[in-house]
């Protein structure tokens, strides 16, 4: 297969064994996070916000909100995926570079302003489910950049978000979605498990 997402797709698999002590570069952690930031998100409110965690302190601390994980504190870094809540409230400063490259124009932010703030200003459960989707969606998509880069990745939702948000200063307006994983695979991993066959999953109408 010739086409690097492709390839991306057809050869990730969840890693659970890392290689400790294989730090990655600032470089490489920040190009993570900059490819994870072009995943979608609703009316591109970018939603999300991410906390490498790196240091071995900061991740004997996470292992232990993680249910003491040994892939948290052995892959290079463990990335914090948090949603954000009252998304809304920050969208026109979301938009501006996109009206600045005119992109957009200002009357559509404004109007997407007046909808968005409509639907989510006293709507908690769909702030909810958009922390959530955005956030998900920004996992997905480190995870492949990941795996372009020749890393490994495991997405970890085993873990305690009350003990996550004291740990790490999360805010009322945040909420730790994912632990990303990532760093270099040592042997004793599964290959990618098989999927479930497409006529269980696909309807076609």
Known sequence: MTNPIQNAVESRASINHFQPNRPL???????????????PSAYNMQN????????????????GAAFEQQKVVDASVAFIV?????????????????????????????????????????????????AVRSASLASMTLMLAA???????????????TKVTLEFGISANELPVMIVAVGHPSAGN???KPRKALSEVLSVV
């Open 25 to 39: 570069g600032d470089d490489v952690i920040a190009s993570l996070v900059s490819h994870a930031t072009k995943a």
């Open 48 to 63: 999300w916000r991410f906390i490498a965690v790196q240091s071995e302190a900061a991740k004997e601390r996470l292992k």
């Open 82 to 130: 948090c949603g954000k809540l009252a998304a809304h409230t920050q969208l026109a400063a979301a938009l501006k570079p996109s009206v600045d490259a005119n992109i957009m124009e200002q009357q559509m932010v404004d109007g997407w302003g007046a909808q968005v703030n409509a639907s989510h200003s006293s709507d908690s459960v769909l702030q909810r489910d958009e």
């Open 147 to 161: 795996q372009a880069m020749g890393l490994g990745s495991c997405a970890m939702s085993g873990f305690d978000a």
């Open 190 to 192: 599964w290959p990618q």
